[in-house]
């Protein structure tokens, strides 16, 4: 014989407050096992000892005189009914006769003389007419079809907004447990291309180009200049390297007056119109 508590209900879903009532309960000398904090109202066999183990192997059965045409409460774990027994059983391969996880009134079904609600709203803790499955920090609960603000869709299912992310590269929502973490960004995204793309963007806006490498460099002083002979404007232009490349290339660059020049003049041995611009000095 068990004395079971079964599953935990509270404001907002607060674990915190099922845990409190469980160890209330412990101290109290009044259970030897429980339905796991935050279990959900489908896991029939999620109980646990008081010291945390789990019971999961054990198959549960309480004595229930339930007549087909008696009010139902919802049942969480002790669902599948066996009529001819008068017992419920929390493991389905019982030969049950009815499945009690049903709100509409009895096991005949509902009454159509009723005018109140039927459907309970396990996230709101209330009957509704209608209720849709929904999702709450990885538990399945059930939601007023009327009143479903807090929760998100994605891909044809509702979350609870707070286990709902945003990507920053997208802009579609995500559950927040299976974003990819960035270390370049120190953002998450919803998916390996988004990551991607966003450290690329990321590089270009913040990192340092080489144009002979045509790579980004993290630091400015891992480049550094030197001028390069372009024969469509007939001159120098001033062009990034990065210092390893040019150590490695130093035979290729020739240095004058603190500077370093990729083509010199083949006649003179110096960078083009030094010489003119000596003569004129002189």
Request: aromatic share 16%.
């Amino acid at each position: 014989m068990w004395r079971l508590a079964e599953r935990q209900y509270s404001t907002d879903c607060n674990d915190i407050l099922k845990r409190a009532l469980v160890d209330a309960l412990i101290r109290g000398n009044y259970i030897d096992g429980y339905k796991k904090v935050g279990a959900g109202c489908s896991d029939t066999r999620e109980f646990v000892d008081i010291n945390g183990n789990s019971l999961a192997d054990k198959k549960f059965y309480i004595d229930c005189n339930l007549e087909t045409y008696e009010t139902l409460s919802y049942q969480d774990s002790f669902r599948y009914y066996n009529y001819d027994e008068g017992r419920a059983y929390n493991y389905s391969d019982c030969h049950y006769s009815y499945c009690l996880d049903t709100t509409d009134g009895s096991i005949d079904g509902p009454d159509e003389d009723d005018d109140e609600p039927q459907e309970w709203d396990s996230y709101h803790q209330r009957y509704a007419w209608e209720v849709y499955t929904v999702y709450v920090h990885g538990h399945q609960e059930t939601c007023d079809v009327d009143d479903l603000d807090d929760f998100i869709e994605i891909n044809g299912n509702l979350y609870h907004e707070d286990d709902v992310s945003t990507c920053e590269c997208c802009g579609k929502n995500y559950l927040f447990e299976n974003g990819i973490y960035s270390e370049l960004t120190d953002q998450d995204y919803c998916c390996e291309d988004c990551r991607k793309k966003a450290e690329e963007e990321y590089i270009k806006a913040n990192w340092f180009y080489s144009d002979y490498d045509h790579a980004y460099y993290e630091k400015a002083d891992e480049l550094t200049t030197y001028l390069h002979w372009d024969w469509n404007v007939v001159g120098y232009v001033e062009k990034t390297i990065a210092r390893n490349t040019l150590d490695k290339l130093l035979k290729q660059f020739h240095l004058y007056n603190g500077a370093y020049y990729d083509k010199l003049n083949p006649m003179t041995g110096l960078p083009y119109y030094i010489e003119e611009t000596e003569e004129i000095a002189a």
